[in-house]
């Protein structure tokens, strides 16, 4: 059982290591050089940034966070303890209950990502061939109740 609040500024390091922990399984497609040029940006930039909401179990550990920019879900991620007990399912659910159409983009090569937001109702709108750094990981755009393209 988890609870959802947003985040405090002083839960930057765990957001933080939580997002360590969740590339490092899920994302073994990612050079170890850009996994620390994404890690200076998490958690230098976007975690501080604020409007995270988190997840925390009974003891309050955080065991994931979440950040949106309007209903674009900009970040989403779960500690690998907790992949698979419907924490990113309970995520999701509060960015869609916001109303409007929620987009994501998610890596191509992140095919657990990808069957996970499929299973959710996200289909795939468009595709870049490079992620928003310029780097050589293709993103799917992906938008819930639409057409696939």
Avoid: K
């Avoid at 765990?14 to 490092?24: F, P, S, T």
């Avoid at 999701?92 to 299973?119: H, I, K, M, T, W």
């Amino acid at each position: 059982m988890v609870d959802f609040r947003v985040a405090r500024p002083d839960e930057v390091q765990a957001m933080y290591e939580i997002w360590e922990a969740a590339v490092r399984a899920t994302h073994d497609f990612v050079s170890e050089e850009d996994l620390a040029f994404y890690g200076t940006l998490v958690r230098e930039q976007y975690l501080p940034a604020g409007g995270v909401r988190v997840a925390v179990d009974a003891e309050g550990r955080l065991v994931g966070f979440m950040g949106m920019t309007g209903t674009m879900i900009d970040m989403l991620f779960v500690h690998p303890r907790w992949f698979g007990q419907g924490v990113g399912r309970a995520f999701v659910a509060l960015a869609l209950a916001q109303g409007g159409e929620v987009r994501v983009d998610v890596n191509e090569q992140n095919v657990g990502a990808r069957r996970f937001y499929a299973r959710l109702g996200f289909v795939e709108i468009g595709r870049c061939e490079r992620d928003g750094c310029g780097r050589p990981y293709p993103l799917l755009q992906l938008r819930h109740g639409g057409v696939a393209r």
